[in-house]
Protein backbone atom coordinates (compact mmCIF):
# COMPACT_ATOMS: atom_id res chain seq x y z
CA UNK A 1 0.00 0.00 0.00
CA UNK A 2 1.32 3.16 -0.96
CA UNK A 3 0.05 7.15 -0.86
CA UNK A 4 1.69 8.81 -3.33
CA UNK A 5 2.01 12.84 -3.39
CA UNK A 6 2.34 14.40 -6.81
CA UNK A 7 2.05 17.93 -8.14
CA UNK A 8 4.41 19.88 -6.01
CA UNK A 9 6.97 22.39 -7.33
CA UNK A 10 8.02 25.87 -7.48
CA UNK A 11 5.97 28.91 -8.37
CA UNK A 12 5.79 32.69 -7.87
CA UNK A 13 3.47 34.13 -5.85
CA UNK A 14 -0.02 34.31 -6.64
CA UNK A 15 -0.17 31.13 -8.68
CA UNK A 16 -1.40 28.23 -8.43
CA UNK A 17 -0.50 24.45 -8.13
CA UNK A 18 -2.70 21.03 -8.03
CA UNK A 19 -1.57 17.95 -6.30
CA UNK A 20 -2.81 14.77 -5.91
CA UNK A 21 -2.52 11.77 -3.87
CA UNK A 22 -3.24 8.34 -5.22
CA UNK A 23 -3.73 4.98 -2.82
CA UNK A 24 -2.36 2.51 -5.35
CA UNK A 25 -2.09 -1.41 -4.01
CA UNK A 26 -5.02 -4.13 -3.47
CA UNK A 27 -7.02 -1.80 -1.75
CA UNK A 28 -10.52 -2.33 -0.45
CA UNK A 29 -11.41 1.10 0.50
CA UNK A 30 -9.48 4.54 1.80
CA UNK A 31 -11.33 6.93 4.27
CA UNK A 32 -10.58 9.94 5.75
CA UNK A 33 -8.29 11.50 2.98
CA UNK A 34 -6.40 14.56 4.47
CA UNK A 35 -3.41 16.67 3.40
CA UNK A 36 -0.66 18.59 5.94
CA UNK A 37 2.02 20.80 5.29
CA UNK A 38 5.36 21.27 6.95
CA UNK A 39 7.42 24.19 7.11
CA UNK A 40 11.25 24.05 7.47
CA UNK A 41 11.31 24.55 11.84
CA UNK A 42 8.02 24.27 11.67
CA UNK A 43 5.65 21.30 12.55
CA UNK A 44 3.37 19.80 10.86
CA UNK A 45 0.45 21.24 10.48
CA UNK A 46 -3.31 20.25 9.35
CA UNK A 47 -4.11 21.96 5.94
CA UNK A 48 -7.35 20.22 4.28
CA UNK A 49 -9.45 17.20 4.78
CA UNK A 50 -12.67 15.48 3.36
CA UNK A 51 -15.32 14.80 5.33
CA UNK A 52 -17.97 11.49 4.90
CA UNK A 53 -20.92 12.73 3.81
CA UNK A 54 -20.02 16.33 4.88
CA UNK A 55 -18.28 19.78 3.69
CA UNK A 56 -14.37 19.72 3.36
CA UNK A 57 -12.37 20.87 6.60
CA UNK A 58 -9.80 23.69 6.12
CA UNK A 59 -7.49 25.43 8.41
CA UNK A 60 -8.43 29.23 8.08
CA UNK A 61 -5.04 29.65 6.86
CA UNK A 62 -5.76 28.38 3.29
CA UNK A 63 -10.11 29.08 3.59
CA UNK A 64 -11.49 30.70 0.25
CA UNK A 65 -7.59 29.78 -0.95
CA UNK A 66 -7.44 26.08 -1.55
CA UNK A 67 -9.70 23.41 -2.73
CA UNK A 68 -9.61 19.92 -1.26
CA UNK A 69 -11.40 17.19 -3.62
CA UNK A 70 -11.43 13.83 -4.04
CA UNK A 71 -12.45 10.97 -6.56
CA UNK A 72 -13.21 7.96 -4.69
CA UNK A 73 -13.01 5.30 -7.62
CA UNK A 74 -9.62 6.71 -7.86
CA UNK A 75 -8.54 6.33 -4.30
CA UNK A 76 -7.25 9.92 -4.98
CA UNK A 77 -7.38 13.22 -3.49
CA UNK A 78 -6.93 16.95 -4.86
CA UNK A 79 -5.62 20.27 -3.52
CA UNK A 80 -5.91 23.06 -5.68
CA UNK A 81 -3.60 25.92 -4.07
CA UNK A 82 -4.70 29.11 -5.48
CA UNK A 83 -3.38 32.44 -4.96
CA UNK A 84 -0.01 31.16 -3.16
CA UNK A 85 1.86 33.47 -0.88
CA UNK A 86 5.38 32.16 0.27
CA UNK A 87 3.94 31.27 3.47
CA UNK A 88 2.95 28.12 1.97
CA UNK A 89 5.97 26.79 1.24
CA UNK A 90 6.13 23.42 2.55
CA UNK A 91 6.41 19.78 2.58
CA UNK A 92 3.39 18.90 1.62
CA UNK A 93 1.95 15.38 2.64
CA UNK A 94 -1.34 13.35 2.36
CA UNK A 95 -2.82 11.09 4.76
CA UNK A 96 -5.56 8.64 5.42
CA UNK A 97 -7.15 7.77 8.45
CA UNK A 98 -7.83 4.15 7.44
CA UNK A 99 -7.00 1.70 4.36
CA UNK A 100 -8.45 -1.11 4.08
CA UNK A 101 -6.42 -4.11 1.74
CA UNK A 102 -7.97 -6.26 -0.24
CA UNK A 103 -7.03 -9.10 2.28
CA UNK A 104 -9.09 -6.70 4.93
CA UNK A 105 -5.60 -5.87 6.33
CA UNK A 106 -6.38 -2.49 8.07
CA UNK A 107 -3.63 0.84 8.27
CA UNK A 108 -4.52 3.43 10.36
CA UNK A 109 -2.93 6.75 10.04
CA UNK A 110 -1.11 6.20 6.85
CA UNK A 111 1.14 8.75 6.01
CA UNK A 112 2.62 9.47 2.28
CA UNK A 113 5.96 10.59 1.19
CA UNK A 114 5.53 14.40 0.47
CA UNK A 115 5.78 16.54 -2.32
CA UNK A 116 7.71 19.86 -1.94
CA UNK A 117 6.08 23.29 -2.77
CA UNK A 118 8.43 26.27 -3.05
CA UNK A 119 6.32 29.91 -3.42
CA UNK A 120 8.61 32.64 -4.32
CA UNK A 121 8.02 35.96 -3.70
Known amino acids: VQLQASGGGLVQAGGSLRLSCAASGSIFSVSGMAWYRQAPGKQREFVAAMTTGGSPNYADSVKGRFTVSGDNAKNTVYLQMNSLNPEDTAVYYC????????????????WGQGTQVTVSS
Open 95 to 110: HADSITERSWRRWRHY
